[in-house]
Nanobody, 119 residues
Framework: QVQLVESGGGLVQAGGSLRLSCAAS????????MGWYRQAPGKQRELVAS???????VYVDSVKGRFTISRDIAKSTVYLQMNSLKPEDTAVYYC?????????????WGRGTQVTVSS
């Protein structure tokens, strides 16, 4: 089992930047998939970006070219660099770790960090 703690959220003006961090309780090198999700008021949680072990990161279309996901295995931390922020990026951002088996998966979540972008 892994525990995830997000940080780095806050209030920023449109066009600004934030960097979110997700600190894991153990080594993230063995976690197959780690990602960032977000949930805006009245909307479903959506995948923002994910990084798959030994593979290229993937992004939702709305953040491509603006957000970058990365991980520091030595620090057991995953980051989400968010640039050119827009009001529609306002949401609670959640860190996710996903373990895979042959027929299912197990998700672990952080408590989330609020990102508010003002126009």
């Amino acid at each position: 089992q892994v525990q995830l703690v997000e940080s780095g959220g806050g209030l920023v003006q449109a066009g600004g930047s934030l960097r979110l961090s997700c600190a894991a309780s153990g080594s993230i090198g063995s976690i197959p998939v780690m990602g960032w999700y977000r949930q805006a008021p009245g909307k479903q949680r959506e995948l923002v970006a994910s990084i798959i072990k030994d593979d290229s990161p993937v992004y939702v279309d709305s953040v491509k070219g603006r957000f970058t996901i990365s991980r520091d295995i030595a620090k057991s931390t995953v980051y989400l660099q968010m640039n050119s922020l827009k009001p529609e990026d306002t949401a609670v951002y959640y860190c996710n770790a996903r373990y895979l088996s042959s027929s299912s998966y197990q998700d672990y979540w952080g408590r989330g960090t609020q990102v508010t972008v003002s126009s």
